[in-house]
T-cell receptor, first 115, second 114 residues
Framework: EAGVAQSPRYKIIEKRQSVAFWCNPI?????LYWYQQILGQGPKLLIQ????????DSQLPKDRFSAERLKGVDSTLKIQPAKLEDSAVYLC?????????????FGPGTRLTVL | AQSVTQPDIHITVSEGASLELRCNYS??????LFWYVQSPGQGLQLLLK??????LVQGIKGFEAEFKRSQSSFNLRKPSVHWSDAAEYFC????????????FGTGTRLKVLA
């Protein structure tokens, strides 16, 4: 079974530029998550989708971050414009459905450096 | 406020020695509890989880964890560490209803000496 796919793996941009990350979850997984992991910290949930609907986006900086999951499969996370403090690893995860007992499967992440 | 504390940022052990990684949480009720491992350049992989029942849970790669309600702790243990266990370990909690949103600790980086 293929795991969670993310691209690109690395991205370097200048501040105020825009950037987009792509995630393809495990086939059949209804729930998709985007996390931000700043160096030295644990992952922080940015947004959580159930199929193509948003379940939780309370920690998403909506003035600059946006995410969508059209057709309830793959997803994109965009930052526009980027700030220095956005430098982090962006992790995508999926689970079979929204339930506390379900394991979240993580992709390898996209490491973003903002100069 | 809900939080997860992993008091040890770095731990170094010799190969073959025992290991205990600490995790304490602050939560309104007993949450779901998880331990994940992250190797360099990799995503997180679930080691084990606790929902209810037996407070000693077994996971993959020879790891186990013990839930202690009175101490709000969920410590991870391994009797004999292998060099391949060098990685970063994260404790996480999630509520038992609602959005099941994970809250992660800051992680413990494990170094294994040959």
């Amino acid at each position: 079974e293929a795991g969670v796919a993310q691209s690109p793996r690395y991205k370097i941009i200048e501040k105020r530029q825009s950037v987009a990350f792509w995630c393809n979850p495990i086939s059949g997984h209804a729930t998709l998550y985007w996390y931000q992991q700043i160096l030295g910290q644990g992952p922080k949930l940015l947004i959580q989708f159930q199929n193509n609907g948003v379940v939780d986006d309370s920690q998403l900086p909506k003035d600059r971050f946006s995410a969508e999951r059209l057709k309830g499969v793959d997803s994109t996370l965009k930052i526009q414009p980027a700030k220095l403090e956005d430098s982090a690893v962006y992790l995508c995860a999926s689970s079979i459905r929204l339930a506390g007992g379900n394991e979240q499967f993580f992709g390898p992440g996209t490491r973003l450096t903002v100069l | 406020a809900q939080s997860v504390t992993q008091p040890d940022i770095h731990i170094t052990v010799s190969e073959g020695a025992s290991l205990e990684l600490r995790c304490n949480y602050s939560y309104g009720a007993t949450p779901y509890l998880f331990w994940y491992v992250q190797s360099p350049g990799q995503g997180l992989q679930l080691l084990l989880k606790y929902f209810s029942g037996d407070t000693l849970v077994q996971g993959i790669k020879g790891f186990e964890a013990e839930f202690k309600r009175s101490q709000s702790s969920f410590n991870l243990r391994k009797p004999s560490v292998h060099w391949s266990d060098a990685a970063e370990y994260f404790c996480a909690v999630a509520p038992t209803s609602g959005t099941y949103k994970y809250i992660f600790g800051t992680g413990t980086r494990l170094k294994v000496l040959a």
